[in-house]
């Protein structure tokens, strides 16, 4: 008995479920046509382009990324270099014992040259125009000897690296004379 009720529940489930699938549109009940070749082709096409790009883009961030930390790195021993430029300088004004000079000298040459093989150079800034993107002034000194904007000490070194700035070098720019000045030297 029990199996007959079964029987007659599956049965008006099948008769509920086919007017079900006759509402259904085709376009939904029909699988999906296959793509062409020619589809797949460009398709294939698009997703290697777009790897290649996110290589590309991955490999130059990693660049990037490694550059910025030896940017960081450099920039780090910029002060030692300029620490063993003030004990020559020191050194050379006490007379102090030569030898120990020339092994000061060689290191500080050694560590230049070893920032120079990594692309740190130096900014050339002494009488040169003053340029804020690598110069810093620190002092504006009144002079006639030098045209107005001309850097004329440099205090302290600025450095770049791969022409990147690493540390503008801090500078005393020229300042033309006062109207005072330049009215008295008239008058005399």
Avoid: C
Wanted: proline share 4%; hydrophobic share 35%; glycine share 6%.
């Amino acid at each position: 008995m029990v199996h007959e009720e079964d029987q007659e529940v599956q049965a008006r489930g099948e008769e509920q479920a086919a007017p079900a699938l006759e509402a259904v549109p085709e376009e939904v009940a029909a699988p999906p046509a296959e793509p062409d070749r020619e589809e797949l082709k460009r398709l294939l096409q698009r997703v290697q382009a777009d790897f290649a790009n996110y290589r590309k883009r991955s490999e130059e961030e990693h660049r990037e990324n490694e550059q910025q930390s030896n940017a960081r790195l450099l920039s780090r021993l910029l002060p030692v270099l300029d620490e063993f430029e003030l004990a020559i300088d020191h050194a050379q004004q006490a007379s102090a014992d030569e030898s120990w000079l020339d092994g000061v000298r060689l290191i500080h040459r050694k560590l230049s040259s070893l920032l120079e093989s990594e692309g740190v150079a130096r900014i050339e800034a002494l009488g040169r125009e003053f340029d804020p993107f690598e110069h810093e002034a620190v002092v504006y000194q009144e002079t006639d000897e030098e045209q107005e904007g001309t850097v004329i000490d440099v205090l302290q070194g600025g450095y770049k690296l791969h022409g990147r700035v690493l540390r503008p070098a801090r500078v005393i720019v020229a300042k033309g004379a006062s109207s005072e000045g330049k009215e008295e030297k008239r008058d005399a």
